[in-house]
């Protein structure tokens, strides 16, 4: 299926060479490519069978980044709705090695930058959760995963089993604090604020170059 929607995009964009696939996930191919209408490489993105929701996603955060000039994300040169693919400008960078303050600091100023803008859509984000409530229930339903993950833990895998005893306590701990002030005034329902979110964040979705950050893949984005 994808190696059809590949060879279609090529020959529909006039792309003279894939210089490298940079990404093969669930979700999506991704692809480092020439075209004839470009001097600059370009993204080439293949969104599997069943992520048409994650294809509109991407393209409405993409396209409102685009309209309040927010740079700190990839421009769309094509979205090919009919073939599910979208290709988008290539940025130069390189991907951090570890989360720093200067990492943590530059997404939250771009988090703050996106929510300065009205959000022209109510595509809502895969992990959308509107009230204190639900957070809560899906926080306990991860950590229950988590758990039945650490019973299949094996002697050779101790340090994995560490980290996730570790990660299991942090959530105890933080839905602790999050119950007892569950009925402060600013965490009812009415008195929140709902707000645009880029959702996949870490690492993995960022680069840098100098000192200069840059943020990818939104399928997971909304309000």
Partial sequence: MEQALLKEAISQENIEKIICRLNNGINSEVYKAKTK???EPVVLKLFKKGSAQRFKREEAFLKHC?????????RIIKSNHRGK???????????????RNSENDALAEFVEKINKFD????????DSLETVEVFIKEMER??????N????????????????????NGIDLEL?????KRDLCHWRPENMNRILSPSDVGIHNMLKNGNNYYFLDFEYSGI
């Fill in 66 to 74: 685009a309209k309040y000039q927010v740079k700190e994300t990839p």
């Fill in 142 to 147: 991860r950590k229950d995963s988590l758990v």
């Fill in 119 to 126: 959000f022209q859509t109510e595509i809502k984000a895969t």
């Fill in 176 to 180: 602790e604090k999050l119950a007892s």
């Fill in 37 to 39: 209408n470009y001097n």
């Fill in 85 to 99: 693919y979208m290709i988008h400008s290539w940025i130069e960078g390189k991907t951090p090695k570890c989360i």
């Fill in 149 to 168: 993950i650490r019973k299949q833990s094996h002697e050779d895998r101790d340090r994995f089993f560490n980290v996730i005893e570790d990660v299991i």
